[in-house]
């Protein structure tokens, strides 16, 4: 089992940063990629960016290109989104996901941390 919790939410003027942690524990070993993913107020949840959590290479929505950062520091297990210029249409609530398998689903998820962009 893996539990992951994020931290970071908040309230923040558009063109302001966040930065959202999420902590993992358990079995991380079985981690081949993590990544982030929001939902807004009466939308479908959406990708946002992932990490490959050995290699390192990312992808990004291209909605958040070149704005977010997702970053990992394997030592403490724990994933990164670092949010640039913010936009009111990225309030949303923040999921941190782990996938164990290529190809597979992501299948452990965090409880999610809001992120309110105000304008």
């Known amino acids: 089992q893996v539990q992951l919790v994020e931290s970071g939410g908040g309230l923040v003027q558009a063109g302001g940063s966040l930065r959202l942690s999420c902590a993992a524990s358990?079995?991380?070993?079985?981690?081949?990629?993590m990544g982030w993913f929001r939902q807004a107020p009466g939308k479908e949840r959406e990708f946002v960016t992932a990490?490959?959590?050995?290699?390192?290479?990312?992808r990004y929505a291209g909605s958040v290109k070149g704005r977010f950062t997702i970053s990992r520091d394997n030592a403490k297990n724990t994933l990164y989104l670092q949010m640039n210029s913010l936009k009111p249409e990225d309030t949303a609530v923040y999921y941190c996901?782990?996938?164990?398998?290529?190809?597979?689903?992501?299948?452990?998820w965090g409880q999610g941390t809001r992120v309110t962009v105000s304008s």
């Open positions: 358990g079995r991380t070993s079985s981690a081949y990629a």
């Open positions: 996901a782990l996938r164990s398998t290529v190809g597979a689903a992501y299948d452990y």
């Open positions: 990490i490959t959590w050995t290699t390192g290479d990312t």
